[in-house]
RNA sequence: UCCCCGAUAGCUCAAUUGGUAGAGCGAGCGGCUGUUAACCGCUAGGUCGUAGGUUCGAGCCCUACUCGGGGAGCCA
């Protein structure tokens, strides 16, 4: 058997461990590039799309148990895929024999369940794979059985007749959870809710699913239980969009700013530096916590830990954006940020996403001019590319979002001083929890009347006091504001926080001084002023925020994966 | 971290305020059906979050803890 069967891992060829194609590198792999070279046996080379595709987890195997005619047939069905797949092989039964087809029918010759309701022609043939949502089983004539496979909101309906050979033994005994694949005739549908249903030729049982365990059921369930079933809610309606929407909006993030020449860069991770003095920490060390090394005054020695000093999980890419972007222009991130407060709310996480452009030659307009005109893009974005899922949230999430969408798309957002928000608030008609006075934080409170209340849109809020905002935004010549402002969003509050920098050293220093910061410890950072300085400016935007505020999902923990909170890490 | 609320069947909840646990959904079985949150009947399923306390008696009252939710702070 070829190393290319994905069955066998050593290479008949070369005789060395064969690492499929996706999965990491382990001890012990000697990656044998054999499959990368045309088959010594008929010249096919396989097209990098069936190795991208191949994934490294363990699923389940169709055993090719069908005669060789019946996978022609099933190849028959889609000439493209079958090209695309077999190539310029000379035969067909060779590659059977090697378990190509195999292949070819687990990986490329599926179609997905949201082309098949969209778009394929009534007569054709295709093959789906999914999850079963219901079934609606009948002992006498047939059962109606509805797929879902991520694609789309929607799931296919399978009609499997009792003429089918397994449907004693297995299709009467389905339920939900279980997984197929069903090959089929695509037909008009005579009921009702679906332009077509799928006729099965052939309707395959993968997995099945203990009906009395299978947590998901085909019923209405909290989202406080999905998420102790966060490994399995992503097969819900609910989850299901969120996903569609949180990948879609990524992509249409990393499109705004390629298509208008930023470069992507890639922040570190693990920083030396607590770069914002923007809340606690998470630490990283390999230090055994148990036998911590100590210097002479009993102190922890960190010369002896991995980096040889104090290292912490990123709160922001920020300072390292800056120095990209003073040698290159215009620059943005997207990756993971920590931050280890005990937040408890339903708008905050351990670890979250975020995106931080940053621009050279660019003041606080600019800023803020960027900030409105993005989002605007990502949420007009986000409607025209999810229409199904965004139709999903506005009718049982939040009968407001996609009204709110489209406004904010459409109207400019609303941009005043700090110091006029606080002559609006001193003079609303509030009984404030926190007092009003020029200099104060602005409270949750105060956030949400001026954009719930006064404005009923987006608020940037543009010129704080210097003594509430950290130290690298820019002073202004009143000595009193810095260059700072604030996107604030209904109900969600701060979704965006950004400044011009500060760019003049003396400025710069001083102010690093005044909040008792080691200026050494940024000497790289102070060497961006030293040498060039340019004024610029950029924001962060909070990555699960905004999709909250897209899709009205009301806590930010069923918006990502794996939500990391207090006290919570499970999965 | 602070304040408030909650934890009862697989899930969502009820239990007349201290007298020994019930419904809907889901599941199993049967019936019916081009059905689509299908429908009808029957059946199974619970150390009432954990540990103490009060009481003749606790799902219910008290204390502590754990977990979850909402609000606040911190922020994105």
């Known amino acids: 058997m070829s190393c290319r069967s994905g069955r066998d891992n050593t290479c008949d060829r070369t005789g060395q461990r064969h690492r499929p194609p996706g999965r990491p590198r382990l001890p012990g792999d000697n990656d044998c590039n054999h499959h990368r070279h045309p088959c010594h046996t008929c010249d096919y080379?396989?097209?990098?799309?069936?190795?991208?595709?191949?994934?490294?987890?363990?699923?389940?195997?169709?055993?090719?148990?069908?005669?060789?005619?019946?996978?022609?047939?099933?190849?028959?069905?889609?000439?493209?895929?079958?090209?695309?797949?077999?190539?310029?092989?000379?035969?067909?039964?060779?590659?059977?024999?090697?378990g190509l087809l195999e292949k070819v029918y687990m990986n490329i010759d599926r179609a997905l369940i949201a082309d098949v309701l969209a778009d394929v022609e009534v007569g054709s043939e295709?093959?789906?794979?999914?999850?079963?949502?219901?079934?609606?089983?009948?002992?006498?004539?047939?059962?109606?059985?509805?797929?879902?496979?991520?694609?789309?909101?929607?799931?296919i309906q399978v009609v499997a007749d009792k003429e089918l050979g397994n449907y004693d033994d297995e299709i009467s005994h389905l339920t939900a959870g279980c997984s197929l694949i069903v090959c089929g005739e695509v037909v008009e549908s005579p009921g009702?809710?679906?332009?077509?249903?799928?006729?099965?030729?052939?309707?395959?049982?993968?997995?099945?699913?203990?009906?009395?365990?299978?947590p998901i059921q085909p019923k209405r369930h909290t989202f406080e239980f999905l998420r102790t079933q966060a490994h399995l809610r992503a097969r819900t309606n609910t989850f299901g969009a969120v996903a569609r929407v949180r990948s879609a909006m990524a992509g249409l993030i990393h499109e705004y700013f390629q298509s208008r020449g930023f470069l992507y860069v890639h922040t570190p991770v693990i920083t030396a530096s607590d770069c914002e003095g923007a809340g606690e920490l998470f630490r990283v060390s390999t230090l055994d916590l148990d036998a911590l090394p100590r210097d002479d005054e009993s102190n922890i020695d960190y010369a002896e830990d991995f980096f040889s000093r104090p290292t912490y999980l990123t709160v922001s890419g920020q300072l390292e954006a800056e120095t990209y972007s003073c040698a290159l222009g215009n620059v943005y991130t997207f990756g993971p940020t920590f931050r280890a407060e005990n937040s408890n709310t339903p708008r905050h996480l351990a670890e979250f996403w975020m995106i931080e452009p940053e621009m050279a030659f660019c003041d606080l307009q600019g800023d803020a001019d960027l900030a409105e005109d993005f989002l605007k893009n990502i949420f007009a974005g986000i409607l025209n590319?999810?229409?199904?899922?965004?139709?999903?949230?506005?009718?049982?999430?939040?009968?407001?979002?996609?009204?709110?969408?489209?406004?904010?798309?459409?109207?400019?957002?609303?941009?005043?001083?700090?110091?006029?928000?606080?002559?609006?608030?001193?003079?609303?008609?509030?009984?404030?929890?926190?007092?009003?006075?020029?200099?104060?934080?602005?409270?949750?409170?105060?956030?949400?009347?001026?954009?719930?209340?006064?404005?009923?849109?987006?608020?940037?809020?543009t010129d704080y006091p210097s003594s509430i905002k950290p130290f690298y935004m820019r002073l202004s010549d009143d000595g009193k504001t810095v260059a700072a402002m604030d996107v604030l969003v209904p109900k969600i509050g701060e979704i965006i926080g950004g400044a011009q920098r500060e760019e003049r050293l003396d400025v710069l220093t001083e102010r690093m001084e005044a909040q008792s910061m080691n200026v050494d410890d940024y000497w790289w950072y102070c060497d961006l002023r030293r040498y060039g300085t340019v004024p610029h400016a950029g924001f962060g935007l909070g990555f699960e925020r905004t999709i909250q505020f897209a899709t009205g999902m009301a806590n930010i923990r069923d918006v990502i994966p794996y939500p990391r909170t207090p006290r919570s890490a499970e999965f």
């Open 192 to 214: 009702k809710g679906q332009r077509v249903e799928l006729h099965g030729r052939e309707v395959r049982v993968i997995g099945l699913a203990d009906a009395e365990k299978y």
């Open 385 to 461: 590319k999810c229409p199904a899922d965004m139709e999903f949230f506005n009718k049982r999430i939040d009968n407001t979002v996609i009204e709110t969408l489209t406004h904010i798309a459409e109207s400019p957002f609303e941009r005043i001083t700090y110091t006029k928000a606080i002559e609006l608030l001193e003079a609303a008609d509030c009984k404030w929890q926190f007092p009003v006075s020029w200099g104060i934080d602005l409270q949750t409170e105060h956030e949400r009347y001026l954009t719930e209340e006064t404005f009923k849109k987006p608020v940037i809020i």
């Open 126 to 155: 295709v093959t789906i794979g999914g999850w079963i949502r219901t079934v609606r089983a009948s002992k006498g004539g047939f059962s109606f059985i509805t797929l879902n496979d991520g694609s789309c909101m929607d799931c």
């Open 45 to 98: 080379v396989m097209p990098s799309s069936v190795f991208h595709y191949r994934s490294s987890v363990t699923r389940p195997t169709i055993r090719p148990t069908r005669s060789f005619e019946y996978y022609r047939q099933m190849v028959s069905i889609s000439q493209t895929n079958l090209r695309l797949a077999v190539g310029n092989c000379q035969s067909l039964q060779l590659h059977f024999e090697q």
